[in-house]
Structure formats: C-alpha cells, structure tokens
C-alpha cells in the first residue's frame, strides 16, 4: 500500500479492484480475531490466527519495505547464531522471574558490553529475548538487563530446536552463499546427488554425499539427529486416515498366506513390516503399540551397517522390540529382504533426487516377490504448483481431497511448505507432490494405488504396488 494512499500495491490483488481487495483484508482481520478468541479451546487456533496476520501484514506493507524486512529476519538469524557461538543464552537464567545485566552477561562470555547490546538489540526488537530497563531504588540502583522467553529458551544447548537451528543455518544461510556458484558449476538443473551437492561443494569436498559428510562432524550429527526426532514427532505416524484398514488388510493377508503355506514358508516370507531405513526402530514401535496384531518377529528394521548395529543392540533391552530381525543395507543396492508384505519408507525420498529416489524403489520393487506386496511412503504431500486447480485426486478407486484455499490470488504453495522444499534443494532433496510420487512410482514400474492423508497435515502415506499388482482390497 502506497504510503496516504488506500490502494494495495500487491499484485497478487491488484487486478481484483478496490472492493474486493478491501474486502479479503476485512475475511483475513476477521480470520484473526475469530481464531484469538478460540485460543485455549482449539489447539490450532493460534497458527491460524498467526498466518491469517502474516498474510495480513503482507498485503498492507509497502514493497520496498517488505524487502528490507528480509534483510531485518536475516539479521535475526546472524544475532541467534552469535549468541549461540557466544554461549549467551545458556548464561542467561532460565528461572521465572530471574534474568541477567548485560554487564554481567559481556564479562561471562567476555563479549565487550557494547557490542553485546547491539547484538541483544536484534533480539529484543524480534521478541527473542526481554530487555528489562535500568531501575532505580531509595536504596539500589540496577543496570537494564535480559531474560528468557519460551522462544529463547528453546536456544539452550541440549534442546532439539537449538540442534535444528544449527542444521537449518548450514542447509539454509550458508549454503544460500554459494547457490550461484554452485548452480554455475553443474548447471541449472536440480541437484542429482547423492555427491555433487550443495552442502558438500559448500565444505569443499563435493565428492561426498550428505550423510558422508555428517560423520566428518560429530556435533552435526548429533545435532541432525536431535533435529530429525523432534521433527517425526511433531507429524503423524500411526492416525493417519485409513492407515487402520491397512494394517487390517495386511495382517488378515498375512494370517491366511500362513494357512496356506503352512511351515513351507521361508523366513522371508513370514516377514510382514519391513521398516526401511527405520533407524533405531522408533517407528516400529510406534506400530507395534497402536497395533497389537503386528507381532515384533513378522518385522524387520533395515538401516546403515552402523545403525543397526547400535540399534539392534539397544533393540535386545526392549520388551516391545523384542523379536524384531536388525538387516544392514543400501538404499542403492539389492534389497535384502524380499517377499515381505509391507515395505514402509518414512521421511526417506524426500532426502533425494528423482533419479536416486527411483532407484531406491526399484531395489524395493525387486524384493516384491510377494503377490500382495505393497509400499508405504510417509511424507508431507507438497501442494501441486502446476496443477490447474485444486480439487480432488481419485486414486484406487478411493477420492482424496487436496485441501488448497482457492481464490483472492493466493499463493500455489504456502510458505512454510515452500521454505521446507527450499531447504531440501541443499541436500539433493525435494518434497513431492501426488502427482511427483506417481512419476516416481512409474519410473520404478509401480503404481499408486491408494492415498492416506492426515485430517489436520498435509501429511500423508502413499500407498504403491506393482504396475501390474493386486488392487487394495476392501
């Protein structure tokens, strides 16, 4: 909006008129102020009313201010990175009600005061931290100081979001140094990986692929691991819409293929859930307690020489992972576990190219010598960019909706699921959308056969077979 004017500059809304215009920003004020009022009873309420005001905000801010706010969060960031570098917010007292000088916060962390304050101001104007000013008594005087909010102190040290921060300053703000360069050397193209990566030309050792170079750091990897658990938490895994009929189907498939082969049948065959590159079995168990009929010696948890070797002793001390087998592979080579009913990959593809994505599944696709065989792909489905408009996918004979707002100019991709598809260019990943899955599954000479999609997330399992498998029953 021009400054004294009444007329939004945004183009996104500039061919809708006056009218219109005014009107989306009157349904976005109401948005925010019907969801702060169902703060306390609904859990979603506050992200609603949060992206209903960031949209808000962006419509009325003027263009030449809404990119030097880019530049403002960027310098958030560098403040975070320096007073995590610096020590600073696992110095500052975590208690309620306590906080610090920033005369005594310069001496502990032997930061001149000056340059501290600036740096703190960054923080305190981005509600990070909270400046408390000089205060004065009958009988003391105290010096203007800082204390934690829940934000800041989620940037202690040991807290997973403190490990994310330093995963995503790599993957996001550093590797973004080097895009033009890297994108002159190789083309502009995606990313093939699993080597020839951003984050590896970044470190100056190109030939390696990501999880190579995490082994170089052992801090990095801790911190990716701390990262990667607090993310699957924070998404569905076992509610997922129609997952239970599933595991019905597959567990009822598994009984009666039993009966019919009697003791005939292999070990491989008798295996039911083979977790793929299901680390330390953290998902595994999640199924084995919502689902009781899934025993622990139908399943089998596939990773890393190494992981499994960690996790499979860890693994022998849990009752609930009791019986279930610990196989070493390579995503890149033979699957080695061939004839299971289910192979259930979650957060795997989105970590690699289309090229390297569908050779992982054509090695899985190989092991499908079990008739009723089929794949369960976990992951975010990305909003379709080129997709004429949003609706409905019809998959397996079951209609799924892909739930995208329509009208008033808004973006195909939301910007959080933009920014999580950005920050996978860094590694050689991409998020997909249905319509990309089905690409995979064709490249691989598979199909989509169903789709599972959370009510809440845009969280999914997709479900493939065999170009010419069994159709999901039931």
């Known amino acids: 909006?021009?400054?004294?004017?009444?007329?939004?500059?945004?183009?996104?809304?500039?061919?809708?008129?006056?009218?219109?215009?005014?009107?989306?920003?009157?349904?976005?004020?109401?948005?925010?102020?019907?969801?702060?009022?169902?703060?306390?009873?609904?859990?979603?309420?506050?992200?609603?009313?949060?992206?209903?005001?960031?949209?808000?905000?962006?419509?009325?801010?003027?263009?030449?201010?809404?990119?030097?706010?880019?530049?403002?969060?960027?310098?958030?960031?560098?403040?975070?990175?320096?007073?995590?570098?610096?020590?600073?917010?696992?110095?500052?007292?975590?208690?309620?009600?306590?906080?610090?000088?920033?005369?005594?916060?310069?001496?502990?962390?032997?930061?001149?005061?000056?340059?501290?304050?600036?740096?703190?101001?960054?923080?305190?104007?981005?509600?990070?931290?909270?400046?408390?000013?000089?205060?004065?008594?009958?009988?003391?005087?105290?010096?203007?100081?800082?204390?934690?909010?829940?934000t800041s102190a989620l940037l202690r040290p040991g807290q997973p979001m403190c490990a994310m921060f330093s995963l995503m300053f790599n993957n996001v703000a550093a590797v973004s140094t080097i895009l033009p360069d890297y994108f002159d050397a190789y083309g502009r193209v995606e990313p093939l990986g699993p080597a020839h990566i951003p984050t590896s030309y970044l470190a100056g050792h190109p030939e390696e692929d990501y999880f190579s170079l995490l082994k170089r750091d052992e801090v990095a990897l801790r911190n990716f691991g701390m990262a990667m658990r607090m993310t699957s938490a924070r998404v569905p895994v076992t509610t997922i819409d129609g997952l239970e009929r599933v595991v019905e189907d597959v567990v009822r498939t598994h009984m009666e293929s039993g009966r019919s082969r009697g003791e005939d049948r292999a070990e491989d065959e008798n295996i039911m859930w083979v977790d793929v590159g299901g680390g330390d079995g953290h998902t595994v168990s999640d199924f084995l307690v919502k689902f009781p009929s899934i025993k622990g010696e139908y399943c089998v948890v596939q990773d890393l020489d190494e992981v499994v070797a960690s996790a499979g002793k860890a693994g022998e001390r849990d009752v609930l992972l009791k019986g279930v087998r610990w196989v070493a592979m390579d995503f890149l080579q033979e699957a080695p576990v061939k004839g299971a009913f289910v192979y259930y990959l979650r957060h795997i593809f989105r970590d690699y190219s289309d090229p390297v994505a569908a050779t992982i599944l054509?090695?899985?696709?190989?092991?499908?010598?079990?008739?009723?065989?089929?794949?369960?792909?976990?992951?975010?489905?990305?909003?379709?960019?080129?997709?004429?408009?949003?609706?409905?996918?019809?998959?397996?004979?079951?209609?799924?909706?892909?739930?995208?707002?329509?009208?008033?100019?808004?973006?195909?991709?939301?910007?959080?699921?933009?920014?999580?598809?950005?920050?996978?260019?860094?590694?050689?990943?991409?998020?997909?959308?249905?319509?990309?899955?089905?690409?995979?599954?064709?490249?691989?000479?598979?199909?989509?056969?169903?789709?599972?999609?959370?009510r809440e997330t845009r969280h999914a399992v997709v479900e493939m077979r065999l170009a010419g498998g069994l159709s999901v029953a039931g």
């Open 1 to 150: 909006m021009a400054r004294g004017s009444n007329t939004i500059t945004n183009p996104q809304h500039a061919s809708q008129g006056p009218a219109v215009q005014k009107s989306y920003l009157q349904e976005l004020s109401t948005k925010i102020t019907d969801n702060i009022s169902q703060l306390g009873h609904d859990d979603t309420a506050g992200i609603k009313a949060a992206t209903a005001a960031l949209e808000l905000a962006a419509l009325l801010r003027p263009p030449g201010d809404t990119i030097m706010g880019w530049f403002a969060n960027m310098s958030v960031v560098s403040a975070v990175r320096l007073f995590l570098h610096w020590g600073c917010f696992e110095v500052i007292p975590e208690g309620k009600g306590e906080s610090i000088s920033y005369s005594q916060l310069s001496t502990k962390v032997n930061v001149d005061v000056q340059l501290l304050t600036r740096i703190a101001s960054m923080l305190t104007s981005a509600h990070i931290l909270l400046h408390h000013p000089a205060s004065s008594t009958s009988s003391q005087t105290s010096g203007p100081s800082l204390s934690h909010t829940p």
């Open 362 to 454: 054509r090695n899985i696709a190989h092991a499908m010598t079990n008739p009723a065989a089929r794949v369960l792909i976990s992951e975010q489905l990305h909003p379709d960019v080129m997709a004429p408009e949003p609706g409905s996918v019809t998959a397996g004979g079951q209609t799924t909706e892909v739930r995208e707002e329509k009208g008033q100019g808004k973006p195909p991709v939301p910007l959080y699921a933009a920014f999580k598809d950005f920050s996978m260019l860094a590694i050689g990943g991409k998020e997909r959308s249905l319509e990309q899955f089905r690409g995979l599954a064709h490249m691989a000479g598979m199909r989509v056969s169903e789709v599972y999609q959370n």
